[in-house]
């Protein structure tokens, strides 16, 4: 069936055939990509212009739009709409697709055809929003793919490296959307990039990069904590500098915001919940060890540094790596071991409810009981020659590592020997890896997790704080 606008009817595109004289078609444009140049192979010298995008009329049917011409008409085209217009298009050239070639860099489509536009014959139109039927705006809110075939984020970080350069579909909630950044390439070609963070119920964070003008700017849409994606078609990498899976968005991506799918809602369900009692906040160091690879971070900084860094930063979800030597000046240990040692459940990692023991995360999407174990929740003080930075946290394994003992380890030593520990790590140099993320409602305006914490070697340290150590940061960043 084809939707009309006023008393025009379209050809609807599963009626499309290369025999069809003058086509009008009418869509939604569900995906797009950059213009791109190429040499001009009868024109020795000279370049030509395309870019391509996909249209949807049904939530069966979609297909696969390209332009090729001068850069001016082609450019102007690109410009004139964007990912969910809604758009008409006049005289289109219908070819039979080459599969094979295709679908190697274009989405996947139902349709065994393709349109082609030309500058001389064909026309396309955006539809003012009052005249566009509902029902065609809801196809935005379909995904492409089964809404059944998706991997979880905790599924792509199990199945780790034999996912790597795979291209699948993920349904997730946007935790942050990153500014983009620019460059220049060696060979003078200006690029961009920007890096979206996505969590679901089954991992708190997982890196999504994008690369192309289209997918930065659509992404830039989105609200953080509020918008759930469908992506088909993302590709999924090993980042060797991170130490741990990526996706990255391709030509072929088609994305969905808050896609109509009870799956969808489920996850809806988990942001409101996690947003309303700071959930998200509350991830171990365990989680942030395994997700960073520590010799990747080599930044030095001092307190004064790291606050006049953090200010900077404001407004900014980026999150400071970096290494600082200091001393830990405050470390309550020797105090109500309740205060200090919390239950978290071993599926999510998330502080469990401590009336009922049992996580009210996991509970809502299984019924079956997850296990809980215990790990130290400490707030530190770090102290160097230029301040003070106060309750950082120290928990779960680094803390374990840091005291030299396990949390059982730790509930049968005597009120004596806590204090000997305590007083054997206070005001000893040490050699601290760090991620701080500014948050507004922490009482210091600074959340840092500390990743590492171990003596720091004397004569490193000193070369550091002179300035003969790795790569150290001065006040004018």
Not at 21 to 41: A, E
Not at 91 to 119: A, D, G, I, R
């Amino acid at each position: 069936m084809a939707y009309s606008i006023s008393t025009q009817n379209f050809v609807a595109l599963s009626d499309l055939h290369p025999n069809l004289t003058r086509p009008s078609i009418i869509g939604v444009v569900i995906g797009k990509t950059d213009v791109k140049g190429f040499p001009d192979r009868k024109n020795i010298g000279s370049e030509r212009y395309t870019f391509s995008f996909t249209i949807r009329d049904s939530p069966a049917y979609f297909i696969n739009v390209n332009s090729w011409g001068r850069e001016e008409y082609v450019r102007s085209l690109s410009e004139s709409f964007r990912v969910g217009d809604c758009v008409t298009i006049e005289n289109p050239l219908v070819q039979t697709k080459e599969l094979e070639k295709e679908e190697k860099f274009n989405p996947t489509t139902p349709s065994c055809y393709k349109l082609l536009l030309s500058e001389t014959h064909s026309v396309v139109k955006i539809c003012c929003c009052y005249e566009v039927d509902t029902k065609l705006l809801s196809l935005l809110h379909l995904p492409v793919k089964d809404p059944h075939d998706y991997y979880s984020l905790g599924d792509i970080v199990a199945n780790g490296q034999s996912l790597d350069g795979r291209i699948i579909n993920v349904l997730a909630a946007v935790k942050s959307v990153g500014e983009p950044k620019y460059f220049t390439t060696s060979d003078k070609r200006k690029g961009q990039r920007c890096e979206v963070k996505l969590y679901d119920e089954t991992e708190l964070s997982f890196a999504m990069i994008c690369w192309d003008n289209e997918s930065i700017q659509f992404a830039q849409s989105w609200m953080p904590r509020e918008t759930v994606i469908f992506a088909s078609e993302l590709r999924i990498n090993f980042d060797k500098f991170r130490n741990c899976m990526t996706a990255t968005v391709i030509s072929k991506t088609i994305f969905t915001t808050n896609p109509d799918i009870p799956e969808a809602n489920i996850l809806f369900n988990f942001i409101k919940e996690s947003a309303a009692t700071g959930a998200l906040d509350d991830i171990t160091e365990a989680q942030l060890k395994e997700s960073i690879n520590l010799q990747t971070i080599v930044d030095i900084y001092t307190v004064e540094q790291l606050k006049v860094k953090a200010l900077q930063n404001e407004g900014k979800p980026e999150p400071v790596y970096g290494i600082i030597y200091a001393y830990i000046s405050t470390l309550n240990i020797d105090t109500d071991s309740s205060k200090i040692i919390r239950n978290r459940c071993s599926g999510c990692h998330y502080v469990v409810n401590e009336m009922s023991n049992t996580c009210t995360f996991c509970s809502d999407i299984s019924s079956d009981a997850k296990s809980v174990f215990t790990s130290f929740d400490l707030l530190v003080d770090l102290t160097d020659h230029t301040g003070t930075l106060r309750s950082c946290y120290l928990s779960d394994v680094v803390a374990e590592e840091t005291l030299s003992c396990t949390v059982h380890e730790f509930l049968t030593l005597t009120e004596e020997q806590k204090t000997a520990l305590k007083w054997h790590l206070l005001l000893e140099r040490s050699k601290i890896y760090f991620k701080l993320v500014l948050s507004p409602s922490l009482r210091t305006g600074l959340r840092v997790n500390l990743l590492s914490c171990k003596l720091a070697d004397p004569v490193e340290a000193s070369q550091s704080l002179s300035g003969k150590g790795r790569k150290q940061h001065c006040l004018a960043f």
